[in-house]
């Protein structure tokens, strides 16, 4: 069984850097077509994608964040890291990791994290 | 950078009718798009990928169809716990990005 779940702080200040660990089973990042990807979605809008890590220890970002995000698989195996520097109110939105398939297909996605920022 | 329309915004319909969802690519993308649900309080769901296949687990009721840049999704005969958010997903290989589209919100006319 696939799951993923996604950590870190619930508030961060203005300006402050987050950062968002997602912890997977089930699956090896190492195995070809395997990726993690960062989604998030702010309270009654849709969803925007963020970032994208895969088998090859490729990564790549949404043009309009891509200056303040940093993907990256930790130092275990089974654990993907998004960092988002200089936050902003703006940026207030649950945040999910979810497996992706060849950059294809999201399934499954973890159960999400409220991030709020605010001073 | 592809944009992903969405029509309607919101449909109202009964259970037991026949949802139609679209989803228009501003550039053409094969046949590299997803479709998924997401109910309130909870995570997207997977519902079809690569246009017309149907992921794990999801009744027949649900159809994806299309290709190049206009695709469809069906649900037929409404059942009560498919109204939700509807979100199409395309994947584009330059630049290496991924989109969603602005959600059909599916609700119980």
């Known amino acids: 069984q696939v799951t993923l779940r996604e950590s870190g702080p619930a508030l961060v200040k203005p300006t402050q850097t987050l950062t968002l660990t997602c912890t997977f089973s089930?699956?090896?990042?190492?195995?070809?077509?395997?990726?993690v990807s960062w989604v998030r979605q702010p309270p009654g809008k849709a969803l925007e994608w963020l970032a994208l890590i895969d088998w090859d220890d490729d990564k790549f970002y949404s043009s309009s964040l891509m200056t303040r995000l940093t993907i990256s698989k930790a130092a275990s195996k089974d654990q993907v890291v998004l960092t988002m520097t200089d936050m902003d109110p703006l940026d207030t939105a649950t945040y999910y990791c979810?497996?992706?398939?060849?950059?294809?297909?999201?399934?499954?996605w973890g159960q999400g994290i409220l991030v709020t920022v605010s001073s | 950078e592809i944009v992903l329309t969405q029509s309607p915004d919101t449909l109202s319909l009964s259970p037991g009718e026949t949802a139609t969802l679209s989803c228009r690519a501003s550039q053409y993308i094969s046949s590299y798009l997803a479709w998924y649900q997401q109910k309130p309080g909870q995570s997207p769901r997977l519902l079809v990928y690569?246009?017309?296949n149907r992921a794990t687990g999801i009744p027949a009721r649900f159809s994806g169809s299309g290709s190049g840049t206009d695709f469809t999704l069906t649900i037929s005969s409404l059942e009560p716990e498919d109204f939700a958010v509807y979100y199409c997903?395309?994947?584009?290989?330059?630049?290496?990005?991924?989109?969603f589209g602005q959600g059909t919100r599916l609700d119980i006319k």
């Open positions: 690569d246009a017309s």
């Open positions: 997903q395309e994947r584009s290989t330059w630049p290496p990005a991924v989109t």
């Open positions: 089930g699956f090896s990042l190492s195995t070809a077509g395997m990726c």
């Open positions: 979810a497996r992706t398939y060849y950059h294809r297909k999201f399934d499954p």
